[in-house]
């Protein structure tokens, strides 16, 4: 039986506040959907040292970057918007170097939400800030009062995206107020909302397998259709380990 791939994760931080420690997390639907997909999950703690970071790199075969709270904009050299609830400076910080170091050495990555948005930052694009300032006809794509809010989703078929949902409506879970303006050099866009909200991003690269979801396939409302991002993910992970291994031989 072949190995299963090992797939890191970086987890989200909350500082310490009056009687509660700081501590690490991560939502366990990330994890969950790794290991239904076939991988193992290997769960990274915020740290601030590139060469342990690195390190743990070297010891894994592909990484998700999870959703969670905003980027803060002034790192990227834009005011704060008002909107904007940023990450914990200590998580940010250590998401900015797992994300240099991964586009680096082109590992196999798959970015949801605000992993997404660093993927497409970290390699050259930007953001909207606010989608109901910068895109006043959009739909609504965060729904404070639900937090399985859904919207319908376009996708372009020859893409891993257009290979997991096909034909047919589909609707996928949707909590965000930032979004993708200019997409990065080497990547498409592979699926937008209807009113034209970038949704998921795919690496044009040749040597580089990257997918990024604005929307959530791992929330408790998503579908067996989502499930299947992971799936075609770690596939993807595979194939890369399989190439390696036939190079080394």
Not at 43 to 53: E, G, Q, R, T
Not at 137 to 156: E, F, G, I, K, Y
């Amino acid at each position: 039986m072949s190995n299963k791939p090992l797939i890191g994760m970086n987890a989200d931080y909350r500082a310490a506040a009056r009687s509660m420690p700081a501590y690490s997390y991560v939502a366990a639907g990330y994890f969950q959907s790794i290991i239904s997909a076939g991988g193992i999950p290997v769960v990274l703690p915020p740290m601030d040292d590139p060469a342990a970071i690195s390190q743990v790199l070297d010891q894994l075969n592909g990484f998700v970057m999870i959703g969670g709270a905003d980027l803060d904009p002034r790192n990227d050299g834009f005011m704060l918007h008002p909107s904007v609830r940023p990450l914990d400076p200590v998580r940010e910080a250590c998401d900015r170097l797992l994300m240099a170091d991964i586009a680096e050495r082109r590992m196999p990555v798959l970015g949801i939400g605000t992993g997404m948005q660093l993927m497409n930052v970290q390699q050259g694009g930007n953001l909207f800030l606010h989608i109901k300032e910068d895109l006043p006809s959009a739909v609504p794509h965060h729904d404070p009062q639900d937090a399985n809010h859904r919207h319908t989703l376009d996708v372009v078929s020859d893409s891993l995206i257009g290979r997991v949902y096909g034909d047919g409506e589909i609707r996928v879970s949707s909590r965000h107020h930032m979004a993708i303006d200019e997409v990065a050099p080497g990547f498409r866009v592979t699926a937008k909302c209807p009113d034209g909200v970038i949704e998921a991003i795919e690496s044009e690269m040749m040597d580089w397998f990257a997918v990024g979801t604005q929307f959530h396939p791992e929330c408790g409302a998503a579908s067996a259709l989502d499930i299947r991002i992971f799936e075609e993910y770690v596939d993807g992970v595979n194939q890369r380990i399989d190439q390696d291994l036939r190079l080394v031989a």
